[in-house]
């Protein structure tokens, strides 16, 4: 039965995708979403493989791997060449399910609603099934070889996404995007070979498992290919100039995918694939991939200081909020990398809210340039109250869900001692000062004073927030609070293969 | 109801009517109003019966979230002190809901406003309960946040959104240190649980607990407006009045001093952390009380006063008396409250903050008169109100404390501290209540409406009357939340002529002045000295120049430096590939002859290329 939950989750978008793309516009946006309904469904369903049920903290088991699947499908694609087809769902990678499932099926919900100019509605919605499919299968192989296949799935449909529906200069970043990703996926490539030829096998399982054992020149090597292929992902300063452009000019959806589930391949895959398989490479990188996370948060969060575009501004705030997830992994230390696990699950959900919310106000006043933009309150009280709500989650607010990942990898640091640790703790700490400072920046230009010209210009009933857009924007909402407060949602399921991962790493 | 029950449900209930209040309907102004003030009186009462019923300390533990190898617990600590504390939060927070429905009465955005009051209510009480570090960590933020949204409520105010983000931020400045020091204290003594935190403190590297204690001293001078983050508080009059009462009594800068009682042991092992504390404190002490003589505004008075009273808390710690501190803000968030509400009253009846333009209100509002009186006397220490015999406590701690030169600066300058805040305060008075009305509103002033008045006059009687707890058996020992030596709390002797005499001297002087010209302001004469007061000795503009400025130039900075070289690199790397891309095809776009001619080269070339390759080999 879990099984067939297993297919479901990966074949519904497949099929959503296939009849959205097939129908006409209407009829295609609710195919579309109706299968992504039941693909999320689906992953709701697969939480019940949970061998000890959910909030419960597993026992570690000493000495299990790393990756045990709760359960798992694992059938011969190319015999000739070894490759097989190998899908499995465990603690790390099930709440990146539910949040992929989520998040898309809200981003279609959003596109019945409001289509973007630049294409019709139904291929849009094809489009974000298909990159749906690549993220979970992404999340979902247990096969190197099949990870690297899913990962470079998403690219083509995001990259379409953005030149279609984009803004102004939408063909420029769609197409830094997708060759700089590119750049990065050939790394993975030669990564993800080079592991294969020396191992002998692409099973993620048992690469983890440290049944196969790497020589410690192998695993330097796959180890940088493989962390800066998805540092590019990430991403990682100071390779993160595709971001702004491509979250700027991508409709909200894509964005919202993009900042929500995209950038969570490039940590999942650094915690389940570079640090699992090439744990010794792990612990030689592990400063400098500190050092280069704290500095990617320090940069993200002074240049949010200075931005002047409200998507931009999100953009940016991005690589300071993956900096605390990759300090996090950097750690090495259970505490670091459940960090990690909570922070990705955070960030998410409130950027998705953000970027969902810094469209909105795109759409309704035409102007995302926080010099024109001013007094959103006295116009619209209710999505002002809703953007201070999702900003003051991402300043990581204690209680909500943004708090754990970004005080937790302060801790980590901390935790892992030392003089170079404990500054970099230090220094992430003063980014979070440094994150309330432009968040309230924003808020001020953006909420507060007098209204402005072109906030002032639309009629009252064309800024109303519509039933849509609420049922698109309330469960963000309430997830940023429930886990904020029942962080167990995340950290419970994850812990065990957390605690196995470390012991491999430490081992 | 046990008390495992009630210590919970203490931060539960008013956290339950912020929730419910965020999504009423902006219409709904009564459903709001029922809702915040049932609200503050369910944790009143909560907190009544806890103080009724706790006489040893307990506490409740559960785990809440497990984070890799560290534990998170979410319980309540709690002992006598923390529920008198939790019974002024209540007062003042009930104080403030019922005040607030007609001092807001033309205000269209009331639910929000009554939601965050209550959810800084609930934030207040859970760092007063909070059993464990992260647990009051996060009641310690959500209070800066619910501050940042008050202080920049009333949206006629142009410089309100500036000062709720100042008041945010430097807070925030100071949290990164308690953050840290959290942190610090969680990883080495394993647990965030502070029983076992404070239980794990003599094992520690000295020089761990030491860094620990002054992190969190950075924190606390953030929340508590403690030399040199203190400069947040003033500005955040911006507020609504009710709201200035809320900060300044039981919230917000009370969780600063309370926190240091809470961690008492990690301040006394942290050495130097205590005389930092004292010389942040005497400094504030000063500074407060020298801005207070020469502002205008009514509320910037008290707001500097606050400052300074404040200081004496924070020194009554530094001498090693932690039960002093806490009397002191106890009897502090009586009368300041009551000060606050009062003020506002004045202000609703005249229509301006400007002590310029009231004058005389005596005769036409007796009531708030009355009230501000007592008020105003208990903040000068003056017999037998309440703040008399807290700050008479303050001053004897100080000098009993022992040898060293820490408790005889802080001996010293409070007594000098006395005597300004007599000047001040009686300025303030003669100002407000006395002399002829200075504006046409002051002549027809009134008393507010009783919503507004019984606030005031409930609290006044705590204010006249808190004091005499110093004689209640135990109430001293029961301040005490760690088994220091006892400190009389009821102390009258012949030492006491000292503050006695520095408050008449102060009362004299101001009245004498003022005598001369009773429309005139007595800070006239403190000469030049009256503007470096009036802008509290310039820390504003050094804070903006030391670090306002700099960091919006390095964020300057790093953004261009981030789109001209990091992403300049990306963006000329495409741009040269491009290039020589189209070099390449122009070469290639060559007519037959020179496309003939490449050709025959190339074969040439890869010819004797061949040719010498064989013969190499």
Redesign the interface.
Known sequence: MNEAFLVAVLALPALGAAGAALCPDRAGRWCGTVFAALAFVASLLLGTAHPAGWFS?APSGQGAPPIVPWTSVDVSWVPALDLRLHFGVDGVSYPLVVLTTLLTLLCCLYTLWHVPAGGRGNTLVALLLVVEIGMLGTFLALDLVLFFVFFEVVLLPMYAIIAGWGGDQRRHAAR?FA??TLFGSVLLLVGVFTVVAAAGTADLVTLTSGAVTLTRTTQLAAFTLLAIAFAVKSPL??L???LPDAHTQAPTVGSVLLAGVLLKMGTYGLIRVAVGVAPEGARWASPLLGTLAVAAIL?GC??????TELKRLIAYSSVGHMGFVLLGVATL???????AL?GNVAHGIITGLLFFLAGAVKDRFHTGDLAVLGGL??RS?WLS?LL?FAA?ASLG???LAG??GE??A???A??RGGAGWVTL??LA??G???T??YF??LL?KVT??AASPAVEAPPLPAIRISGPELVAWSPLVVLALLVGLV??LV??LS?AP?QSLIEAVTR | MSVDVLGPLLPVVPLVAALSGFVLP?RSRTAAAALGIAGAAGALVVAILLAAKVEEPFETVVDW??????TVTGGVRIDSAATYVAVAVGVVALAVQVYSTTYLHDDD?YP?YAAQVSLFTAAMLLVVVAGDL?LL??G???MG?CS??LI?HD?RL?E???AA?KA??VT??G??GF??GI??L??NAGSFWITQVLASLPGLPAATVTAAALLLLAGVAGKSAQFPLHTWLPDAMAGPTPISALIHAATMVAAGIYVVTRLYPVFVLGDPALPVLGVMAVITVLIGAFAATAQDDIKRVLAWSTVSQIGYMAAALAVGAPAVALFHLLTHAAFKALLFLGAGSVIHAVGSNSMSAMGGLRKRMPGTFWSMTIGLGALIGLPPLAGFWSKDAVLHAASSAGAGWLPGLVYGVGLAGVLVTAWYAGRLWLRTFFGAPRSPAAETAHEPPWPMALPVLVLAVPSALLGLLAFVDGFGARLNPFDLAEVDLAHVGAETAAPLSALVVGLVLVWALWRRDTAGDPARFLGPARSTFDNAFWLDTVQDRLVVRP??A??????VA?QRV??GA??GT?QSTTDAGNILAAWHRAGLPRAATALLAGVLLLGLAAALYGSAT
Not at chain 1, 302 to 307: D, K, N, T
């Open positions: 903290y830094k060759l700089y300063w100071p993160h100039t595709w940069v002074l240049v949010c200081l200075a931005q230390t259970a505490t670091g990398i459940q960090a909570i309150r006295e009280p109250g201070a003051i607010l204690p209680g708090f754990w005080a937790f302060v801790v980590a901390f935790e703790g230090v700490a003063i979070g000062a440094l309330a400072a309230m920046r001020g507060h004073g962080p167990a950290l419970g812990e957390v | 902006l979230v497990r984070i890799g190898d560290l955005r929000p992260i960590l996060v310690w933020e959500v946040i940042y949204l920049g949206r142009s309100a959104p500036r983000v945010f931020l925030r400045v949290d990164v953050l840290l942190v610090l969680g990883v960091v919006v390095l964020a300057r900075g790093a953004a981030d990091v992403d990306v963006e495409g």
